[in-house]
């Protein structure tokens, strides 16, 4: 396969997602049925400068995460992942490399979450996806690059966060977190990508180094507790925050909910609202063709 082949695949597959497919909604200006270039850059958390350059054979190195987000944006099968893979220059993960592939059948159940807060992260905690709520609750996750999109690097060098843990309850997260990754490791010995996360971790923060080399870490098995987020517009809001394991494709989903009825509940959907109010500004009508 000749590496242009990459850009051209990518629109062919672009024009064939129907919008509703997505989430998203058709509007009555469209010519056509796929996605426009902005949505799927949007989708994929790349610029849609870069997407452009990339259809047009400007840009031909895409990194393995972004060939990962394209296709799961494209909702691609197994076999045409690989084959995107193979395009860009790329071996298709295999099985002793970290899994960040969100299946059909994983993405059916999170369009069903579409208007409740959920992140997924893979088994090193490296940031997959957030959908619209998420960063509505926590805050935009879409300029997160490198190592801020891995959570034990985000909590370990005490980057900002809405939610609201005491010294102690922030210490024995860090522990869990990195206890996990641990675990990890040792299911994925020949991951260089995740070789060089830890390598980053440790030399980046004396913190991780400690937890990594302590004889005994704490068993990561407390997957539902409450935590409270401290909402800029709306106030601190007490949640139920559940971490569901995908154990074939060895992610990390957590989703945070409210019991109905409760004030929480009412703050958690005032907050989703104005956050996804403003992720989606207002934009003119554009009379223009798909691009």
């Known amino acids: 396969m000749e590496a242009w082949e990459f850009g051209p695949t990518v629109r062919r597959w672009r024009d064939r997602v129907a919008p509703s497919a997505v989430g998203l909604q058709a509007g009555r200006r469209r010519r056509a049925g796929g996605l426009r270039r902005e949505e799927l850059a949007a989708l994929a958390g790349i610029s849609a400068d870069y997407l452009t350059r990339l259809e047009q054979g400007r840009a031909t190195a895409p990194s393995a995460q ?41 993405q059916r159940l999170l369009d069903r979450l579409s208007n409740t807060p959920v992140v997924v992260y893979d088994a090193g905690w490296t940031l997959v996806l957030a959908n619209e709520p998420y960063d509505a609750l926590m805050g935009d996750t879409t300029t997160w690059r490198g190592l801020e999109r891995n959570a034990v690097w985000r909590n370990v060098a005490r980057l900002p966060s809405r939610v609201v843990h005491t010294p102690r309850e922030q210490a024995e997260h860090e522990a869990r977190l990195v206890a996990d990754l641990r675990l990890t490791a040792a299911r994925y010995p020949a991951d260089r990508t995740l070789r060089r996360l830890i390598a980053d971790l440790a030399s980046g923060s004396p913190r991780f180094a400690g937890l990594w080399d302590a004889e005994a870490l704490p068993a990561p098995t407390d997957t539902s507790r409450r935590k409270t987020v401290d909402h800029p517009a709306v106030g601190p809001i007490t949640l139920d925050c559940d971490t569901l394991f995908v154990a074939r494709d060895d992610l990390r989903i957590t989703v945070y909910t409210a019991e109905p009825g409760t004030e929480d509940a009412d703050r958690l959907a005032l907050a989703v609202v104005l956050g996804t109010q403003s992720l989606q500004p207002y934009s003119a009508p554009d009379p223009g063709a798909q691009v």
Not at 75 to 94: I, K, N, Q, V, W
């Open 66 to 106: 972004v060939v990962e987000s394209l296709a799961r944006a494209l909702r691609l099968s197994d076999t045409e992942r690989d084959l995107l893979y193979r395009l860009a220059g790329h071996a298709a993960p295999g099985p002793d490399v970290v899994p960040s592939r969100v299946t059909p059948s994983v």
